[in-house]
């Protein structure tokens, strides 16, 4: 195992346990991957986010076989459809955090655009949100929904599921996926209200100075 590996699997096992921890995911749901130049390291399957050993992570080639650790999740298949149209993305968080999944489970809102521009940050950290048709878990077409979306959206809810985010590299993956989780909050307390979001002009200001700067976001955004 190369060192870079073993500084990845420590972060895995340090991020799932802090979402675990703070309720944004439960029992033994949930997964994250990094997709590494020569294979991923992806979180095993049936396992507590909570209590990660970084030494069961799953290694794995690029083209999804096992090589050391447990057996990996299987959801990969979303992750990899994720990453397969987001080429510059390294990360990807998948979650059952309750406000987010309650609004995967909401009728008539945009596939396109489910969440308002409610905070800048929303805007900063994961833009635009998708929202794909209901397929059961571990359903193959779940795969396809991605790919449909993924090149224009790094947020994505999956019906009556949950939220899956894509980023740059694991800890931007873990703040957006937190993001998304207090955004839904928002949203569904706000529910009945008449909230004053942002223009398209503040918006679009937002895209402008954070949408090319990825490295500065994290500095930015604190």
Known sequence: MNTNDSK???????????MFERGLTAGSSGNI??????????????????????ADISRLTRSGV????????????LHEAFLDRRPTDRA?????STYATAVSCLP????????????????????????????????????????IVAAEHRAVLLANHGP?????????AVYAAEELEETAKLFLLLQGQRPRLLT??????????????EDDRAKTCC
């Open 8 to 18: 990845l699997r420590e972060q895995i096992a340090y991020f799932g346990r802090s």
């Open 200 to 213: 398209p002009e503040q918006v679009a200001e937002l895209e402008r100075v954070f949408g090319e700067k």
């Open 164 to 172: 899956i985010v894509a980023a740059k590299d694991l800890e931007s």
């Open 92 to 96: 990807v968080v998948h979650l059952h």
């Open 33 to 54: 991957s990094v997709r590494l130049d020569d294979g991923w390291l992806m979180t095993p399957t049936n396992c507590c986010l909570g209590n990660l050993d970084p």
């Open 108 to 147: 008539d809102v945009d596939p396109r655009n489910v969440l308002p521009p409610l905070t800048p940050y929303s805007i900063m950290r994961f833009g635009k949100v998708a929202l794909t048709p209901y397929h059961r878990p571990g359903d193959k077409r779940l795969g396809d929904e991605i790919s």
């Open 66 to 77: 096992l090589v050391s650790g447990k057996a990996p999740s299987k959801e990969f298949f």
